[in-house]
């Protein structure tokens, strides 16, 4: 034989200040104002069922110990006062939640540690200022990545022919086999052509296009130095430019007109993207004084890459395995 809480409103531990049917089975999920809120009355009729239980059976009981022990009045005490831990407990912590005039306390504020779609995450400045062409003393090929001194007396021309990174000299002279203006010396930075990556391959292939642009025809066909008659190898070595290990090769060309002159190809890896070569083109004059052939070596050993000042290259260099 078993002992049942009868059907009625109970105090809701769940939510105090409000009531709970117990329909004698199980909790329903009917709630209302405590019964003092409401008329006297021996006990309300039992709402309308309200779907399947889905609260614990707080109230109901087991049979009777077969061995005498316990009895209902007990087992009701024992129960109500589980049921007034509980109470107080759930009180508790309503109660911590709320503010002092008693309303339901403000939700903290959440933060997201991912930054913001609109925001790009910080990059780390770089130690070394980055080169400009602002500089009057050094010519600045963003391309290619490198940098190169401008020697005294020398500039660097907004406009060329070619349109291409370029210091010369700075007085002109009338070329000596055609009406036109030429330079003492002149350099200028190219990014390589074609499939060809090994630099000995490119200063040597690219010696040739320095010496027919220098002394054999201008880009208007016109041969200002009476074109190129012979010419001679005068140095090929491997040597380190920026950094990198790169090829030279200088000839001693003689003109139809005019005295001749001096060229040079260096041809080199690039420092940035995907380190595509990079071919010098130098164009000196034969005996302007002033301009002595060292000065080659002198900018070639000034070649830097961008935002770094301090890499060895050039004529003298060791050269890495």
């Known amino acids: 034989m078993s002992y049942a809480t009868p059907p009625g409103w109970y105090p809701d531990t769940g939510a105090p200040g409000t009531e709970r049917w117990w329909d004698g089975t199980a909790w329903t999920a009917h709630i209302r104002p405590p019964a003092a809120e409401h008329a006297a009355s021996p006990q309300p009729s039992a709402p309308e069922a309200f779907g399947p239980p889905s609260l614990p059976l707080p109230h109901q009981h087991g049979p009777r110990d077969e061995a005498g022990g316990g009895s209902r009045t007990k087992v009701l005490a024992i129960t109500l006062s589980g049921l007034l831990v509980l109470g107080a407990a759930v009180t508790g912590a309503v109660l911590l939640g709320r503010d002092e005039d008693g309303t339901p306390a403000a939700p903290a504020a959440t933060?997201?540690?991912?930054?913001?779609?609109?925001?790009?995450?910080?990059?780390?400045?770089?130690?070394?200022?980055?080169?400009?062409?602002?500089?009057?003393?050094?010519?600045?090929?963003?391309?290619?990545?490198?940098?190169?001194?401008?020697?005294?007396?020398?500039?660097?021309?907004?406009?060329?022919?070619?349109?291409?990174?370029?210091?010369?000299?700075?007085?002109?002279?009338?070329?000596?086999?055609?009406?036109?203006?030429?330079?003492?010396?002149?350099?200028?930075?190219?990014?390589?052509?074609?499939?060809?990556?090994?630099?000995?391959?490119?200063?040597?292939?690219?010696?040739?296009?320095?010496?027919?642009?220098?002394?054999?025809?201008?880009?208007?066909?016109?041969?200002?130095?009476?074109?190129?008659?012979?010419?001679?190898?005068?140095?090929?070595?491997?040597?380190?430019?920026?950094?990198?290990?790169?090829?030279?090769?200088?000839?001693?060309?003689?003109?139809?007109?005019?005295?001749?002159?001096?060229?040079?190809?260096?041809?080199?890896?690039?420092?940035?993207?995907?380190?595509?070569?990079?071919?010098?083109?130098?164009?000196?004059?034969?005996?302007?004084?002033?301009?002595?052939?060292s000065l080659m070596d002198t900018i070639t050993r000034g070649i830097r890459p961008l935002g770094d000042s301090a890499t060895n290259g050039g004529v003298g260099a060791s050269i890495g395995p």
Not at 281 to 286: K, Q, S, V
């Open 111 to 293: 933060t997201s540690s991912e930054p913001s779609a609109a925001t790009p995450a910080a990059t780390a400045s770089p130690t070394a200022e980055p080169a400009t062409d602002e500089d009057p003393a050094v010519l600045v090929d963003q391309l290619n990545g490198i940098t190169l001194p401008v020697p005294d007396g020398w500039e660097k021309p907004e406009n060329t022919s070619e349109d291409v990174p370029t210091i010369r000299t700075e007085q002109s002279y009338d070329c000596p086999g055609a009406a036109s203006f030429c330079y003492h010396g002149t350099v200028t930075t190219h990014t390589a052509r074609g499939a060809e990556s090994d630099p000995e391959a490119l200063a040597k292939a690219d010696i040739v296009t320095a010496a027919d642009r220098a002394f054999e025809e201008d880009g208007l066909g016109r041969r200002t130095h009476g074109g190129i008659k012979a010419h001679r190898v005068i140095e090929e070595r491997e040597l380190t430019v920026a950094g990198r290990t790169g090829y030279l090769v200088r000839w001693k060309v003689t003109t139809g007109e005019g005295p001749g002159g001096y060229v040079q190809s260096l041809a080199f890896p690039s420092s940035v993207g995907t380190e595509t070569p990079v071919t010098v083109r130098f164009a000196f004059d034969a005996d302007v004084a002033g301009l002595p052939l």
